[in-house]
């Protein structure tokens, strides 16, 4: 994943506030050793944009204090990361395997169960993303549920559910109106129905959202311009299009969006 694609990755998942004890670290201290660790590697991927050297940091980490649930954690999101942005480099057994270790040593970290639910969706076991998501939905105490609606939305989605991801993904953007991803896979799923009228209004909602990431929604481009495609309307499709290329023409997106530029021209 690119930098610029950050925000996305972080819309679905979630870091959390590291649990450090505050104290610096000893040269012969490896649970402090551990925390320096992460706050460099978290640092480096949040503040820096440099993905394969903080999780070279986070990989110390766990090594350092394989109770640091933090750094599992952290771990499993860079490798998420890196499928994002290449799927030549993608880890995901890796990523399914921090996250877990992340829930076994603090089974309360919410953020690592939604994290580990879209591990398993990227990894095409859908049933298995809604069996640890669905709870997740339903937990009053996780402070950001519209992920766990959105991703649950989505696993269903994937799991060929269609109306019951549009009920999850309703419920996303009802618990946070700017969670403009949840916008995005609502219009997916509507298109999957083939009610093109509500998947444009979703997918523009999503693109119209008031939040700097929302309007950089690469595949949303991409989606609204198949829905204009279907509604026999090509000018706002190729607007769409070309749009998308500009965001990124070297993504699978981007070079998508240019061969249906190339078709509808």
Request: aromatic share 4%; proline share 5%.
């Amino acid at each position: 994943m690119t930098r610029s694609l950050l925000p996305t990755l972080l819309l679905l998942v979630g870091l959390g506030a590291c649990a450090s004890r505050g104290n610096s670290p000893g040269a012969q201290d490896p649970v402090r050793l551990a925390e320096a660790e992460y706050d460099l590697a978290r640092d480096l991927w949040i503040q820096r944009g440099q993905p394969r050297d903080a999780l070279d940091h986070a990989l110390k980490a766990t090594r350092l204090d394989d109770e640091n649930a933090d750094a599992q954690h952290l771990a499993a999101l860079l490798y998420l990361d890196f499928c994002a942005r290449s799927p030549s480099e993608c880890r995901l057994s890796e990523a399914e395997r921090h996250a877990r270790r992340a829930l076994e040593i603090r089974p309360e970290l919410r953020e690592a169960r939604n994290t580990l639910g879209v591990i398993l969706i990227q990894a095409h076991r859908p049933r298995e993303a809604v069996d640890v998501l669905r709870p997740l939905s339903e937990d009053i105490l996780y402070q950001t549920p519209e992920k766990a609606w959105g991703n649950l939305g989505f696993a269903y989605l994937e799991a060929g559910d269609v109306d019951r991801a549009i009920d999850a993904l309703r419920r996303s953007i009802a618990a946070q109106p700017l969670f403009c991803v949840g916008s995005y896979r609502l219009g997916l799923a509507y298109e999957r129905k083939g009610d093109a009228k509500s998947a444009l209004d979703a997918l523009t909602r999503a693109l119209e959202t008031e939040a700097p990431e929302c309007s950089r929604l690469q595949d949303a481009f991409a989606a609204r311009a198949r829905v204009y495609t279907r509604l026999d309307q090509p000018e706002p499709a190729k607007a769409d299009l070309a749009r998308c290329v500009e965001l990124s023409a070297s993504s699978e997106t981007g070079k998508n969006c240019r061969s249906m530029l190339e078709k509808v021209k």
